[in-house]
């Protein structure tokens, strides 16, 4: 018996053999494991120190100078950006962008490369600042992962420093980017956080004008709106215009006086209207301002915004019409220049009024705008010389009547140089059914004034009988309202330098007439007057004259027929003291055009020698969009990048975590240790029963 179990027993040989195996793997196992090794289940593999081709991306919006714990975020974001240029393995390639649409140091479009060494890298680092014309974070990458493609290094990172504002990261990207980082599936994308979970913030809206340039008897209406983010406040909004000391140089700054103020609580998401008293007795010249959130907050930058307008005299317009005129063209008149107005001298227009049958004798060269009411057939001397007026420049207003019967005088050759179309026929609604103006958009200059009260005009009560119905409209004519069938009510239509606006029904007729055209006048008086003087505004061109920018905007203004300087002297709102630029105008045209738009603020423009009363300006404003700090969920990031992996993180330990992971996989130390524990133990174990038995 005892010979049979030793038999079944291993013998010694075999025992020191199998315990010799088990330290063996133990001492392979403890080797491998300080090795740290690492596995990834696709990709290439690699060590930490391998070179990598890394671009490092700074959001520079202004909304990165919100402060939080007295740091702003392109600081913290600059911090980040220094620790992690002193991560990269030796030998890496490393380029740094930001989010501005121009070159650092100055305006010529940027080019974007590595840098040459470090040292570069860091000092481009310590550079950066936020700018008021920045692009969105995905077009930097886009950028950034071009300049990646070109690296012949294997390993590829970008890293992007951002505060997750949800403006900086439109959807529509992700489309872009899946067929771009499909040809390179080991880029590493890591984006790091450096906004504030819950911001508190206020900041204003754009400046709504009641108009950019008026009449010198035109009150000037300025409102805003103010938005808040976080905790219930209350804050004070302040309107200030500049004025300019007689005893200073032209290019010190301007004095702000207040011209009003208003206080208003605000709750969190909710965006509240302000309206400041009309300001009156603007003198002839331009006037810049601007509206300001009193105090401080988080951020500054959206506390001011910028405003500019021009004044003028009231506007000399021609008003023709058939005998007798008082009758034909009270309606018209009073809308551009009520009796009141006139005698407070407030009109914006100056009207005078004679028969059309003085037309052709009367000099339209000092008029603004020529205005025909129900005009009769003209001869084609008078049609040539209206077309002469208005390719010079200048505004012609056409409202067809019951006068324009001989349609082959307006059909003919030299009227058909300003109709929008030949006459064809006269549309009339039954009684009971009448027709009625009925806009469908309100992006014409014509409608500005109506585009807030779009859902509250009763268009159906303003009765229209009848109208000319045109045959098809000459190229380039627009239809600005159409009536509630669809034919044209009113239509636009460029030529030369000037414009002719043309109403198919007239605003002429009595409303007791049976056989009144419209009475557009008097059932719903105030969209027509609206109406009516949009259209005297347009053919004048203030409507159109854009003197308020967002930031990267070209500005251009319109220089004055009768002013020939060679250049001008800019005077940029971030500019020293006294400090100017030269600019040499289009003379040919009539314009100076500013493409250097990345401040905001308001910019004055002088003619080089000439007098103060000569300067002009415009204004440039953040775009409100822009400063909005509502941040982006890391759920709602796979809508931003689609497929393609991308990692968060908030402190250095995570970003070296993921990181760890994309660029040597999964470490096997943690499986390699429990597996040298586990054969320790049974080494262990074994021995001690060999040894005992």
Same mark, same amino acid.
């Given at each position: 018996?005892?010979?049979?179990?030793?038999?079944?027993?291993?013998?010694?040989?075999?025992?020191?053999?199998?315990?010799?195996?088990?330290?063996?793997?133990?001492?392979?196992?403890?080797?491998?494991?300080?090795?740290?090794?690492?596995?990834?289940?696709?990709?290439?593999?690699?060590?930490?120190?391998?070179?990598?081709?890394?671009?490092?991306?700074?959001?520079?919006?202004?909304?990165?100078?919100?402060?939080?714990?007295?740091?702003?975020?392109?600081?913290?974001?600059?911090?980040?950006?220094?620790?992690?240029?002193?991560?990269?393995?030796?030998?890496?390639?490393?380029?740094?962008?930001?989010?501005?649409?121009?070159?650092?140091?100055?305006?010529?479009?940027?080019?974007?490369?590595?840098?040459?060494?470090?040292?570069?890298?860091?000092?481009?680092?310590?550079?950066?600042?936020?700018?008021?014309?920045?692009?969105?974070?995905?077009?930097?990458?886009?950028?950034?992962?071009?300049?990646?493609?070109?690296?012949?290094?294997?390993?590829?990172?970008?890293?992007?420093?951002?505060?997750?504002?949800?403006?900086?990261?439109?959807?529509?990207?992700?489309?872009?980017?899946?067929?771009?980082?499909?040809?390179?599936?080991?880029?590493?994308?890591?984006?790091?956080?450096?906004?504030?979970?819950?911001?508190?913030?206020?900041?204003?809206?754009?400046?709504?004008?009641?108009?950019?340039?008026?009449?010198?008897?035109?009150?000037?209406?300025?409102?805003?709106?103010?938005?808040?983010?976080?905790?219930?406040?209350?804050?004070?909004?302040?309107?200030?215009?500049?004025?300019?000391?007689?005893?200073?140089?032209?290019?010190?700054?301007?004095?702000?006086?207040?011209?009003?103020?208003?206080?208003?609580?605000?709750?969190?998401?909710?965006?509240?209207?302000?309206?400041?008293?009309?300001?009156?007795?603007?003198?002839?010249?331009?006037?810049?301002?601007?509206?300001?959130?009193?105090?401080?907050?988080?951020?500054?930058?959206?506390?001011?915004?910028?405003?500019?307008?021009?004044?003028?005299?009231?506007?000399?317009?021609?008003?023709?019409?058939?005998?007798?005129?008082?009758?034909?063209?009270?309606?018209?008149?009073?809308?551009?220049?009520?009796?009141?107005?006139?005698?407070?001298?407030?009109?914006?227009?100056?009207?005078?009024?004679?028969?059309?049958?003085?037309?052709?004798?009367?000099?339209?060269?000092?008029?603004?705008?020529?205005?025909?009411?129900?005009?009769?057939?003209?001869?084609?001397?008078?049609?040539?010389?209206?077309?002469?007026?208005?390719?010079?420049?200048?505004?012609?207003?056409?409202?067809?009547?019951?006068?324009?019967?001989?349609?082959?005088?307006?059909?003919?050759? %030299?009227?058909? +140089?300003?109709?929008?179309?030949?006459? !064809?026929?006269?549309?009339? #609604? @039954? =009684?009971?059914?009448? *027709?009625? &103006?009925?806009?469908?958009?309100?992006?014409?200059?014509?409608?500005?004034?109506?585009?807030?009260?779009?859902?509250?005009?009763?268009?159906?009560?303003?009765?229209?009988?009848?109208?000319?119905?045109?045959?098809?409209?000459?190229?380039?004519?627009?239809?600005?309202?159409?009536?509630?069938?669809?034919?044209?009510?009113?239509?636009?239509?460029?030529?030369?330098?000037?414009?002719?606006?043309?109403?198919?029904?007239?605003?002429?007729?009595?409303?007791?007439?049976?056989?009144?055209?419209?009475?557009?006048?008097?059932?719903?008086?105030?969209?027509?007057?609206?109406?009516?003087?949009?259209?005297?505004?347009?053919?004048?061109?203030?409507?159109?004259?854009?003197?308020?920018?967002?930031?990267?905007?070209?500005?251009?203004?319109?220089? %004055?027929?009768? +002013?020939?300087?060679?250049?001008?002297? !800019?005077?940029?709102?971030? #500019? @020293? =003291?006294?400090?100017? *630029?030269? &600019?040499?105008?289009?003379?040919?045209?009539?314009?100076?055009?500013?493409?250097?738009?990345?401040?905001?603020?308001?910019?004055?423009?002088?003619?080089?020698?000439?007098?103060?009363?000569?300067?002009?300006?415009?204004?440039?404003?953040?775009?409100?969009?822009?400063?909005?700090?509502?941040?982006?969920?890391?759920?709602?990031?796979?809508?931003?990048?689609?497929?393609?992996?991308?990692?968060?993180?908030?402190?250095?330990?995570?970003?070296?975590?993921?990181?760890?992971?994309?660029?040597?996989?999964?470490?096997?130390?943690?499986?390699?240790?429990?597996?040298?524990?586990?054969?320790?133990?049974?080494?262990?174990?074994?021995?001690?029963?060999?040894?005992?038995?």
């Amino acid at each position: 018996g005892g010979r049979q179990k030793t038999e079944r027993q291993p013998s010694g040989r075999l025992r020191h053999l199998l315990l010799l195996l088990l330290r063996a793997l133990a001492i392979v196992l403890l080797a491998t494991a300080l090795a740290r090794p690492s596995v990834k289940f696709s990709g290439a593999l690699g060590s930490q120190q391998a070179p990598v081709a890394a671009a490092l991306v700074f959001d520079t919006s202004k909304r990165m100078d919100y402060q939080h714990e007295n740091r702003t975020r392109l600081e913290v974001a600059r911090e980040w950006g220094l620790w992690l240029l002193a991560q990269l393995p030796p030998d890496s390639q490393v380029a740094v962008l930001d989010s501005s649409r121009i070159a650092l140091l100055d305006s010529r479009p940027r080019s974007v490369d590595f840098h040459d060494d470090r040292g570069a890298a860091k000092d481009r680092m310590e550079r950066l600042s936020t700018t008021a014309n920045s692009q969105s974070l995905s077009a930097t990458l886009d950028e950034a992962v071009d300049l990646l493609e070109k690296s012949k290094l294997v390993r590829r990172e970008v890293y992007v420093f951002t505060d997750m504002a949800r403006v900086s990261w439109p959807g529509e990207a992700a489309v872009r980017w899946r067929d771009r980082f499909a040809r390179m599936p080991d880029l590493g994308v890591y984006l790091i956080d450096v906004g504030v979970d819950d911001p508190t913030n206020s900041g204003l809206g754009a400046p709504r004008l009641s108009t950019q340039v008026l009449s010198n008897h035109s009150p000037l209406r300025i409102e805003t709106e103010v938005y808040h983010q976080g905790a219930p406040t209350e804050r004070t909004v302040e309107l200030y215009l500049l004025e300019a000391d007689p005893e200073q140089p032209q290019a010190q700054p301007r004095t702000a006086q207040k011209r009003g103020e208003q206080t208003v609580a605000l709750e969190s998401a909710q965006g509240q209207r302000i309206d400041f008293p009309p300001i009156r007795g603007l003198e002839v010249g331009t006037h810049q301002g601007y509206v300001e959130i009193a105090g401080q907050d988080g951020l500054a930058c959206d506390d001011r915004r910028f405003f500019t307008v021009e004044v003028k005299p009231a506007w000399p317009v021609l008003v023709a019409s058939p005998r007798p005129t008082e009758q034909f063209t009270l309606f018209l008149t009073q809308m551009l220049a009520p009796a009141s107005f006139v005698r407070s001298g407030e009109a914006r227009f100056d009207c005078q009024v004679i028969a059309l049958d003085e037309l052709g004798k009367r000099d339209l060269s000092p008029y603004a705008a020529v205005l025909l009411v129900d005009p009769m057939p003209l001869g084609p001397p008078v049609w040539q010389k209206l077309g002469r007026y208005v390719s010079d420049g200048g505004g012609l207003a056409l409202l067809l009547g019951r006068k324009a019967g001989a349609v082959g005088s307006l059909n003919g050759a %030299d009227a058909q +140089q300003l109709l929008p179309g030949k006459l !064809l026929r006269q549309a009339r #609604a @039954p =009684d009971d059914d009448p *027709f009625y &103006l009925a806009p469908q958009q309100f992006q014409h200059p014509i409608l500005a004034e109506l585009r807030g009260h779009a859902d509250s005009i009763p268009w159906q009560e303003m009765s229209v009988f009848r109208y000319w119905q045109l045959d098809k409209l000459a190229t380039g004519v627009a239809v600005v309202v159409p009536f509630n069938d669809g034919l044209p009510a009113i239509l636009a239509r460029p030529k030369g330098k000037g414009r002719v606006v043309t109403m198919t029904t007239p605003l002429s007729d009595e409303p007791n007439d049976p056989n009144a055209w419209n009475r557009l006048p008097t059932d719903v008086g105030w969209p027509i007057l609206i109406l009516v003087n949009g259209m005297g505004s347009y053919l004048v061109g203030s409507a159109d004259e854009q003197l308020n920018y967002f930031a990267g905007q070209t500005a251009v203004l319109r220089l %004055d027929p009768e +002013q020939n300087y060679a250049s001008y002297a !800019l005077v940029a709102p971030d #500019a @020293p =003291d006294g400090a100017e *630029f030269r &600019l040499t105008p289009d003379l040919q045209e009539r314009l100076l055009v500013v493409a250097s738009t990345d401040e905001a603020g308001n910019y004055r423009v002088r003619p080089s020698g000439g007098p103060p009363g000569a300067e002009r300006g415009f204004s440039v404003n953040l775009s409100p969009e822009q400063t909005r700090l509502d941040r982006l969920a890391e759920e709602d990031l796979g809508d931003v990048f689609g497929p393609v992996p991308y990692r968060v993180a908030r402190q250095r330990s995570q970003l070296e975590s993921v990181r760890s992971m994309q660029r040597v996989g999964r470490e096997l130390f943690p499986a390699l240790i429990l597996l040298l524990a586990v054969a320790l133990g049974i080494e262990h174990v074994l021995a001690n029963r060999f040894y005992r038995e």
